[in-house]
Nanobody, 118 residues
Framework: QVQLVESGGGLVQDGDSLRLSCVVS????????MGWFRQAPGKERESVAA????????VHLESVKGRFTVSADYLERTVYLQMNSLKPEDTALYYC???????????WGQGTQVTVSS
């Protein structure tokens, strides 16, 4: 089994930075994609960024490009989401997730709240 545990959320002001962490425990996920998602109250969940453990290829949501950066430390089994220049519209519950290369998102963390005040 796989467990994903996020941390690093909090209450910050417009323009501040946060770094979210997602620690992976359980089986090895070397052929998996790790993703960050967010869901704001009353809105659909959206994919923010993703990274492949193998190769390190990344993708980012258009609205966060240049502000958010996803990275991974394979030895530490941790995926990060560095968030700079935060805006009130980034306020949401942020989730870490994992899926096999061609599969659906099958493992999810419990989420960490990010609140950006104006």
């Amino acid at each position: 089994q796989v467990q994903l545990v996020e941390s690093g959320g909090g209450l910050v002001q417009d323009g501040d930075s946060l770094r979210l962490s997602c620690v992976v425990s359980g089986r090895t996920l070397s052929n998996y994609i790790m993703g960050w998602f967010r869901q704001a109250p009353g809105k659909e969940r959206e994919s923010v960024a993703a990274i492949a453990w193998s190769g390190g290829n990344t993708v980012h949501l258009e609205s966060v490009k240049g502000r958010f950066t996803v990275s991974a430390d394979y030895l530490e089994r941790t995926v990060y989401l560095q968030m700079n220049s935060l805006k009130p519209e980034d306020t949401a519950l942020y989730y870490c997730a994992a899926r096999f290369l061609s599969g659906s998102w099958e493992y999810w963390g419990q989420g960490t709240q990010v609140t950006v005040s104006s």
